[in-house]
């Protein structure tokens, strides 16, 4: 991973299905007030024209960069291909059905500079076709420290890449997680590891920097079969023993979080599906 001088944030967008939604997301962040960025778009194969929607943009604007995967291997692998390449002095997450305000990146790059934070985030807004605008992360939750911001994880607080700035530095070296196929938490395991591995100062905003937008065809949106919940808990519990590896402080809280977890399964009728 190399730094260009240019660009202070490079934003990683992994693409699958989203032909629908891409060109809203892709001119959230082109019309950023920040303009310094680069936008590294990695298609996983996608089967529908996403691929041809990112080629059109590239064409025209020399920010966005992309990546045509030639084996589909789902997004964790697709954002590790695209932090790997990123060059920005900091990392921004973003899914392509989901969109940005125009002052996002902005706000987020001056709270980092000021406090010096290796991660600052903002607020999460949930909208989407017959829902309702909602919080979906209140970032004062998070604290200011991977300590606490850990324990927001393990409280129910929302445990997605989106709505945060990451210092470079944080991926230098350090080797993260990524398998192919992994569809499920895939996000939180990245952040438990980022949290872990380099222990970051944290700095928040009450801003809302990040809409996520409610697809009823995302892949987290599929029906529960007995794969995708045992991939669930397998993710789960693989945090689990990242975090218990590393410290005690937080056991009382992830037993907690695996018993509310298990709940809403067995409550769903989806715990009989956990079974050998």
């Known amino acids: 991973m190399t730094q260009s001088a240019d660009t202070k944030v490079s934003v990683v967008i992994p693409v699958y299905n989203v032909a629908e939604y891409l060109p ?10 920040l303009r310094d960025v680069e936008i590294i778009c990695v298609d996983d194969c996608s089967p529908d024209n996403s691929g041809a929607i990112l080629d059109e943009y590239s064409a025209r604007d020399s ?3 992309v990546l045509h995967k030639s084996v589909n291997q789902g997004p964790m692998m697709a954002r590790h291909n695209g932090y790997s390449s990123a060059e920005g002095e900091y990392v921004f997450f973003c899914d392509g059905d989901d ?6 990146l902005q706000t987020l790059y001056i709270l980092a500079k000021e406090t010096g934070a290796g991660i600052t985030a903002g607020n999460v807004v949930i909208r989407g076709s017959g829902s309702k605008t909602a ?13 606490s911001f850990i324990k927001f994880l393990l409280n129910d607080g929302t445990a997605g890449l989106w709505g945060m700035l990451f210092s470079r530095e944080l991926f230098t070296d350090a080797e993260y ?3 192919p196929g992994m569809k499920q938490s895939e996000d939180r395991r990245l952040l438990t590891e980022i949290l872990l591995k380099k222990k970051p100062s944290v700095a928040t905003t009450a801003h809302t920097v990040y809409f996520y937008w409610i697809n009823s065809g995302s892949t987290t949106r599929a029906k ?3 794969e995708s919940v045992r991939s669930q808990f397998d993710a789960l519990f693989g945090c689990y023993r990242l975090i218990e590896d590393a410290t005690s402080d937080f056991t009382d ?4 979080q695996m018993i509310r977890h298990l709940s809403r399964y067995i409550e769903s009728g989806s715990a009989a599906r956990l079974r050998p």
């Not at 969109?99 to 996002?104: N, W």
């Not at 919080?135 to 300590?147: E, M, N, P, T, V």
């Not at 809280?253 to 907690?256: E, F, I």
């Open 24 to 33: 809203r997301c892709l001119d959230s962040i082109l019309g950023q007030s």
């Open 63 to 65: 920010r966005v960069k």
């Open 99 to 104: 969109f940005l305000p125009g002052d996002a």
């Open 135 to 147: 919080l979906r992360r209140d970032a004062s939750g998070i604290g200011d420290s991977w300590h």
């Open 177 to 179: 997680t990524a398998i």
């Open 224 to 226: 529960r079969t007995d």
């Open 253 to 256: 809280d992830h037993d907690r």
